[in-house]
């Protein structure tokens, strides 16, 4: 059973920094990203990652998150820093088998595997 599990959410005070990540149970993931729902809002793409190492950024975190992955850890990561205010989300892991065009890769629909999500607070 495939399953991703995110943890390092909390509260920070804005300005401040936190890592995501993302344990996987399995290593065959063509393409990882990062989601974020506030609360009354859709579900939005933040960030993602290929099996090539190439990146995409919702224009809104550009140059403050950055997005990592460790296929020897079947690990997922994202760094945050220069948190705002509107950064305060649920934020969840998402994980696709099949290859996807990276113009997709911010699409909640591309992914078929979800984790729970870990909140992320700023204020």
């Known amino acids: 059973q495939v399953q991703l599990v995110e943890s390092g959410g909390g509260s920070v005070q804005p300005e401040g920094s936190l890592r995501l990540s993302c344990a996987a149970s399995?290593?065959?993931?063509?393409?990882m990203g990062w989601f974020r729902q506030a609360a009354g809002k859709e579900r939005e793409g933040v960030a993602a990652v290929d099996a090539d190492g190439t990146t995409r950024y919702a224009d809104s975190v550009k140059g403050r998150f950055t997005i990592s992955r460790d296929n020897a850890k079947n690990t997922l990561y994202l760094q945050m820093n220069s948190l705002k205010p509107e950064d305060t989300a649920m934020y969840y892991c998402?994980?696709?088998?099949?290859?996807?065009?990276?113009?997709?890769?911010?699409?909640?629909?591309?992914?078929?595997?979800w984790g729970q999500g870990t909140q992320v607070t700023v204020s």
């Open positions: 399995v290593a065959s993931f063509y393409c």
């Open positions: 998402a994980a696709v088998e099949g290859q996807i065009w990276l113009a997709r890769a911010l699409v909640r629909g591309a992914y078929n595997y």
